[in-house]
């Protein structure tokens, strides 16, 4: 009797029941703390040069106001850009953006006021800061923020000097309008605790500078230019480039690109200059009709003999073989896709190839169709609502943590995922219990079905479709409601259960 008592009473066997709800527990609320406090975040340093030695020379009064004429500038620059000022440390602070436009700018006017202030008020100390700033994810909790990408902006704050703002290659590439200020690249540099060097960028802030920058720039021999980047009138950085580059140029037969539109017309455009820009601009060199893509909406750089395609914070972004990028070292033969508008990267050497590939005198690489894609999902109040397709696969489920939340009990928690590969749409079954339906067909788990545009979806009372990404989405692409379906048969059933 003791035996059998003592065997119900075992604490392990209800432990062990309940290990598994319990690791799903601690999944989803580690999902949700990641979900709510992690993000992309520019933080920025500013450290206040000459303070210790002021307090050991005049005492700590003398330090304390100085550091108090310092805050008085500070503060209310941060706040004026959207930023959170986070804590002070001594005579630095601590702060972040979530846009690095609005933390370089108040980097810039944070040096511009300070420098106002010690010529109109002529201070016996006068006011020098330095200020570092780097873009990446971190924790943003109410009071602080976590992450390496704090420690990386400290580093570039301890390589300025007193009237600089540095910024890291992150916050540089993740700038909206680079038009809005001079920056040009500076350095490679060793930080404290990386093995691998960073890239430097420095923001000019100071008309006369600025000027001054430029014109040296422009007057620099190809001996003085042999390690230098500028930054053209656009924006946009590039790379000067030494003698002997110069030289192989010479005799280089230059790349170009292939651009087809809508109308599937093609056009060869050489790469004449270092940098060119691509968007709907009059002064871009590759210029864009459609009114969806940006007036900048990407631009193509030569640095140190490589060609680099990069985003500049487009709209609809950039795709290269179906690969949505921010910075892409191309390739010959690389398809470049912007909506429905495709740039293929073709060098010299794959252009002098005796025949091309379709007979094409204009065109020497395959040029395929890569389609953009779009999820549009009708909610049960009939609302519609659209999720892109990329190759970073999106989760349908009933989390509050899945990329597409489908609130109904017969949702799995994880369902199905969905991605885009290939210029090709998927979606794959998560080994869900009343499992996924396309175009009426039960999908087997774990197995890949590929997504046809307009092609009907269903899971548990929800229905989606897949279209292209530029195709306007109408409720009458779904089954009317009042249809019976397969996914309504499941509820019904699942809601007499419940009774």
């Known amino acids: 009797m003791d035996d059998a008592k003592g065997k119900d009473?075992?604490?392990t066997t209800s432990i062990s029941g309940d290990l598994g709800r319990l690791l799903e527990e601690r999944e989803r609320l580690e999902q949700i703390l990641q979900k709510k406090f992690q993000k992309v975040i520019t933080v920025v340093f500013t450290d206040?040069?000459?303070?210790?030695?002021?307090?050991?020379?005049?005492?700590?009064?003398?330090?304390?106001?100085?550091?108090?004429?310092?805050?008085?500038?500070?503060?209310?620059?941060?706040?004026?850009?959207?930023?959170?000022?986070v804590k002070t440390m001594g005579d630095g602070t601590l702060s972040w953006f979530a846009k690095a436009h609005d933390?370089?700018?108040?980097?810039?006017?944070?040096?511009?006021?300070?420098?106002?202030?010690?010529?109109?008020k002529s201070p016996k100390i006068p006011i020098q800061i330095r200020i570092g700033m780097h873009t990446g994810e971190g924790l943003v909790e109410k009071n602080d923020i976590f992450g390496d990408?704090?420690?990386?902006?400290?580093?570039?704050?301890?390589?300025?000097?007193?009237?600089?703002?540095?910024?890291?290659e992150e916050t540089y590439n993740a700038i909206e309008d680079k038009g809005e200020f001079h920056v040009r690249y500076l350095k490679n540099a060793a930080l404290k605790g990386k093995k691998e060097e960073f890239r430097i960028f420095k923001a000019f802030w100071d008309p006369a500078e600025i000027e001054s920058?430029?014109?040296?720039?422009?007057?620099?021999?190809?001996?003085?230019?042999?390690?230098?980047?500028?930054?053209?009138?656009?924006?946009?950085?590039?790379?000067?480039?030494?003698?002997?580059?110069?030289?192989?140029?010479?005799?280089?037969?230059?790349?170009?690109?292939?651009?087809?539109?809508?109308?599937?017309?093609?056009?060869v455009i050489p790469?004449?200059?270092?940098?060119?820009?691509?968007?709907?601009a009059p002064d871009s060199d590759i210029v864009l009709e459609e009114t969806y893509c940006s007036r900048h909406h990407a631009q193509i750089t030569l640095e140190d003999g490589q060609y680099y395609l990069e985003d500049l914070e487009s709209k609809i972004g950039v795709s290269v073989n179906g690969e949505r990028i921010s910075r892409h070292k191309l390739k010959s033969g690389d398809e470049i896709l912007l909506g429905e508008i495709r740039l293929t990267f073709v060098e010299p050497h794959e252009s002098a190839k005796s025949e091309p590939v379709f007979g094409d005198a204009?065109?020497?690489?395959?040029?395929?169709?890569?389609?953009?894609?779009?999820?549009?999902?009708?909610?049960?109040?009939?609302?519609?609502?659209?999720?892109?397709?990329?190759?970073?696969?999106?989760?349908?489920?009933?989390?509050?943590?899945?990329?597409?939340?489908?609130?109904?009990?017969?949702?799995?928690?994880?369902?199905?995922r969905v991605w885009a590969e290939g210029g090709k749409a998927f979606i794959?079954?998560?080994?869900?219990?009343?499992?996924?339906?396309?175009?009426?067909?039960?999908?087997?788990?774990?197995?890949?079905?590929?997504?046809?545009?307009?092609?009907t979806i269903q899971i548990g009372t929800f229905r989606m479709t897949v279209l292209n990404a530029l195709d306007k989405a109408s409720p009458s692409l779904f089954t009317p409601p009042e249809s019976k379906t397969i996914a309504d048969k499941v509820k019904g059933f699942w809601d007499k259960g419940k009774k």
Not at 59 to 69: E, M, P, V, Y
Not at 103 to 120: D, F, L, S
Not at 221 to 241: D, N, P, Q, Y
Not at 390 to 410: C, F, M, Q
């Open 48 to 85: 206040l040069k000459g303070s210790t030695s002021l307090a050991d020379e005049q005492g700590n009064l003398a330090a304390r106001l100085l550091i108090k004429q310092h805050n008085d500038i500070v503060f209310p620059v941060i706040e004026r850009n959207s930023g959170v000022l």
């Open 362 to 416: 204009e065109a020497t690489v395959v040029m395929g169709i890569m389609r953009s894609f779009k999820l549009v999902v009708r909610q049960p109040t009939g609302e519609l609502t659209e999720y892109p397709i990329a190759s970073d696969e999106k989760i349908l489920g009933r989390l509050d943590t899945a990329d597409v939340t489908l609130n109904d009990n017969v949702v799995s928690r994880k369902h199905a």
């Open 428 to 455: 794959e079954d998560l080994g869900s219990h009343n499992g996924t339906l396309v175009d009426g067909t039960l999908i087997p788990k774990g197995e890949a079905a590929e997504l046809k545009e307009n092609c």
């Open 9 to 11: 009473t075992d604490p």
């Open 149 to 168: 990408v704090v420690n990386v902006a400290s580093r570039f704050e301890s390589q300025a000097n007193p009237g600089e703002v540095y910024l890291s």
């Open 271 to 280: 790469l004449t200059k270092d940098v060119m820009g691509i968007g709907r």
């Open 103 to 120: 933390a370089v700018r108040a980097g810039m006017q944070i040096q511009a006021e300070v420098a106002e202030y010690n010529r109109t």
């Open 213 to 267: 920058d430029k014109a040296s720039m422009k007057s620099y021999t190809v001996e003085e230019a042999s390690t230098s980047a500028i930054l053209t009138s656009s924006g946009s950085h590039k790379f000067a480039k030494t003698s002997t580059q110069i030289a192989a140029e010479t005799v280089r037969p230059t790349p170009t690109i292939v651009m087809e539109g809508v109308d599937r017309r093609k056009k």
